[in-house]
């Protein structure tokens, strides 16, 4: 079981996410925004979070880059609604260590697991 923050504005896809995850036995915290997302990772022990990129307030490229920026050592993958492979780079140069695309797939809880350090 691992500790996820999984940041997404949009609350059915946060619910469905939170969802999927929980059912993999995962201890899901969540945040709404960037600002939010930036608060409860300093304060929190994650194995991972999982960040979307398009959000009002705080955008996943600015909670990231502000998250390494204070020292932030944990995985951060993005998973955002955009394929395009300069997203992905995108993504990438702001800090995060992976990118999952939207909508997510039936293989999405393993794409997660390979994140995870093993139990």
């Known amino acids: 079981m691992a500790k996820i923050l999984l940041v997404e504005d949009d609350d059915m896809i946060r619910r469905m996410i939170s969802m999927r995850l ?6 899901v915290d969540t945040a709404e925004d960037g600002v939010e997302a930036v608060e409860k990772a300093l304060a929190g022990d994650y194995d991972l979070v ?3 990129m398009h959000m009002p307030r705080k955008d996943g490229h600015e909670a990231t880059r502000e998250l390494r920026e204070k020292g932030y ?23 995060c260590d992976a ?17 995870l350090p093993p139990a």
């Open 73 to 95: 050592s944990g995985t951060i993958i993005a998973v955002t609604a955009s394929a395009m492979s300069a997203d992905s780079e995108q993504a990438i140069e702001s800090g």
């Open 99 to 115: 990118h999952i695309a939207k909508p997510i797939g039936a293989d999405f809880e393993n794409q997660i697991e390979a994140f």
């Open 22 to 27: 929980a059912m993999r036995d995962h201890d």
């Open 50 to 52: 999982l960040m979307d």
